[in-house]
């Protein structure tokens, strides 16, 4: 098939995902189009079929403000024209299904059709959506998708009870390569880290306020209190990055946590740390847990939102109430205290991933799924 695929291209689940997703399909003998206004951030190359189509954005005196939605439409409409593509799966509800929508629309009226398929990801839904002004147009643009999907059962639930909606939504879940995503031997990397033999706790975000990002910085300091051999890792950046440097500060444990920022490839930290600390206030998903549970990492987590599709309490990681900084320090120390405990959720969360979540085990789901949604659209202009 020759597939269109639009998502936002920063560091961030949606845009990982959709990237991806892309790759793989390639490598099963599709030609990817990705559409965005820079190349995504695990786009690495382009080869024979993967290609990448910019959109810019124009800026004129009139605007006050860029008007993406409309340049992102226009270059749907270019692409799925001269590439004649065979579908557009849009990662992201705002604006990617609604500019998906209107160029199908425009298509059509030259005689070309193309279906498309929208993917939720999550704050589309939960926080972006949810937005007076928003909604009434993230409800239009499901309904008008030729076929939805949801990445956990989770968002899909919460999609029919914060919006009007009148279609099937199909559960796909994220998935990770395993055979990318596995524990490397970085034993003179986490010599490096860890000198004195310390275990490494760590944590990946995009340190927006939801996933409380300080919360890490306050279980680490009373784990340090204890005395407890440890040190940790914080990877990514965001809006709440300096606050959890400053508490680090403020506690007196900074000397013991680094803040590596933006990293890639992920999986060769990941190999020399211990347990994945994930606090969040809300996850669809939580695909950086899923990154963890491949290399091995096992997880302590908030119970919230599509965490516990992904983590099993006691059995590959650990769900723990919301802002309970107690258990999130209790369950941590469990890990780090008991070898066998930890030895058996490790093992665990590896398996989770390979039989659950693998990369060859979802992806054909999603070929399954579009050759549906043409084969029913196609029925439709009949």
Not at 62 to 76: A, D, Q, V
Not at 106 to 129: K, N, R, S
Not at 278 to 283: F, I, K, N, Q, T
């Amino acid at each position: 098939m020759r597939i269109g695929i639009t998502c936002y291209p920063v560091y961030g689940g949606s845009g990982v995902v959709a990237t991806e997703l892309g790759k793989a399909l390639a490598a099963r003998g599709h030609n990817i189009h990705f559409i965005a206004y820079s190349a995504p951030f695990r786009l690495a190359h382009v080869t024979e079929n993967i290609s990448f189509h910019e959109v810019n954005v124009n800026t004129y005196p009139l605007f006050e403000y860029p008007n993406y939605s409309m340049n992102l439409t226009s270059k749907m409409v270019d692409v799925v024209k001269y590439e004649e593509l065979d579908l557009l799966h849009v990662h992201y509800a705002i604006p990617h299904a609604t500019s998906a929508v209107l160029a199908r629309q425009i298509l059509a009226g030259e005689g070309v059709h193309v279906p498309v398929v929208t993917t939720l990801h999550g704050t589309d839904i939960t926080i972006v959506g949810r937005d007076p002004s928003y909604q009434t147009v993230v409800n239009y643009s499901i309904n008008q998708s030729d076929g939805v999907t949801a990445v956990s059962d989770y968002l899909r639930r919460e999609t029919y009870e914060r919006f009007d909606i009148q279609r099937e939504i199909e559960v796909i879940p994220n998935f990770i390569d395993t055979a990318r995503f596995q524990r490397l031997n970085k034993s003179h990397f986490k010599q490096a880290v860890c000198p004195n033999g310390e275990k490494l706790l760590i944590h990946v975000s995009n340190f927006r306020p939801v996933k409380n990002a300080t919360q890490v910085v306050d279980v680490f300091h009373r784990l340090r209190a204890e005395d407890q051999p440890v040190k940790l890792i914080l990877v990514g950046d965001g809006p709440d990055r300096s606050a959890a440097e400053r508490k680090a500060r403020d506690l007196g444990v900074y000397d013991d946590v680094r803040f590596l920022g933006k990293q890639e490839p992920i999986e060769e930290i990941l190999s020399i740390s211990d347990v994945f600390i994930m606090p969040s206030g809300s996850e669809t998903f939580g695909l950086a847990a899923l990154e963890a549970m491949a290399c091995g990492v096992p997880v302590v987590a908030s119970r919230v939102g599509g965490l516990p599709e992904l983590i099993e309490d006691g059995d590959n990681g650990f769900l723990c109430p919301l802002d309970d900084l107690d258990c999130f320090t209790d369950r941590v120390r469990a890990m780090l205290h008991d070898a066998d405990l930890y030895e058996r959720m490790s093992v665990s969360a590896r398996r989770t991933a390979e039989e659950r979540f693998d990369i060859d085990r979802i992806v054909p789901l999603y070929e399954e799924y579009y050759e549906r949604v043409c084969s029913h659209s196609s029925l439709q202009l009949q």
